[in-house]
């Protein structure tokens, strides 16, 4: 199944939806990085997050889940350039499905490349480097020693072209987004049904919203701005 056209989009569609889901859980998180705190809050959830067995479990499966997303792409990539329709009516199919592999796959390379600069700068850095520590105070009194996550991100977003990176990533991540709904929704046979509108529609705004959501904490941040 999972060798079969279908089967690869299928495969696409799941992890692309599961890495969506991460993308929620993961703004929710980091938007504590606007707290105005000095960046408790967010070194709290940060502490938490590295510490607990479940997250760091869900964290391999998401590794996983973007490797074989990224893995599946390039094999349908390559089987459909192989195996095009002719004819007339296979032209315009020939060239819808020529502009979304091929505008997919730039958007694709891009969004991974995003994503490598900013696992390099924020999870390898706070996982294997640990550049900065800070206390905490506990909630029964006395206090603990951490890693001081935010201090790695504040630096960071206090260079403007860093910013400029992640606005442009995260452009990439909308695009990759508006159209990876779309295939997604076709794909799992929510494409032409009745209320396949309204779930387009929700698939266009959270396309647009979450990355302008993540857009916002470089930006504030590097105007020193919180909420
Ligand atoms: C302004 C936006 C963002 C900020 C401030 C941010 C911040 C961070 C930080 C601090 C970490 C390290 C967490 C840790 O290991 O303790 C991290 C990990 C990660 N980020 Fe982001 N992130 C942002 C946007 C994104 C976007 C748009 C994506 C995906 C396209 C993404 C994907 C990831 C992934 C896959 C990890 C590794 C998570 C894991 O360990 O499972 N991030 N991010």
Redesign the pocket.
């Known amino acids: 199944m999972l060798r079969s056209s279908l089967g690869r989009k299928l495969m696409m569609s799941l992890t692309g939806l599961f ?1 969506i889901l ?2 929620v859980v ?2 929710v998180g ?1 938007l504590q ?1 606007l707290a105005g705190d000095g960046g408790m809050s967010f070194n709290r959830y ?1 502490h938490f ?2 510490n607990s067995l479940l ?2 479990t ?3 499966l ?2 996983t889940f ?1 490797l074989l997303h990224v893995l599946y792409s390039i094999w349908l990539t390559r089987t459909n350039a192989a195996a095009r329709p002719v004819g007339y009516a296979g032209k315009a199919a020939q060239a819808q499905s020529a502009w979304n592999s091929r505008n997919m796959g730039i958007l694709g390379t891009l ?1 991974l490349v ?2 490598i600069v ?2 390099k700068g ?2 390898y850095q ?2 294997f480097e640990s550049p900065a520590y800070t206390t905490l105070p506990l909630p029964g009194g006395g206090s603990e020693v951490v ?1 001081n ?1 935010y201090e ?2 504040r630096v960071a ?1 206090s260079e403007a072209w860093y910013v400029g990176v ?1 606005l442009l ?2 452009l990439a ?1 909308s695009i990759h987004l508006h159209h990876g709904f779309r295939s997604a929704f076709q794909t799992l046979g929510l494409g032409y049904s009745s209320y396949s509108q309204t779930i387009r529609s929700v698939g266009v705004a959270f396309a647009w919203i979450v ?1 302008a959501l ?5 930006v504030m941040m590097y105007f020193g701005l919180s909420f």
């Open positions: 890495l991460f993308l993961h703004l980091n990085l940060s997050m590295s997250i760091q869900v964290s391999k998401n590794f973007i969004v995003f994503l900013h696992l924020f999870w706070l996982k890693v996550a790695v991100v977003y992640y990533g995260l991540v990355p993540f857009a916002l904490i470089p």
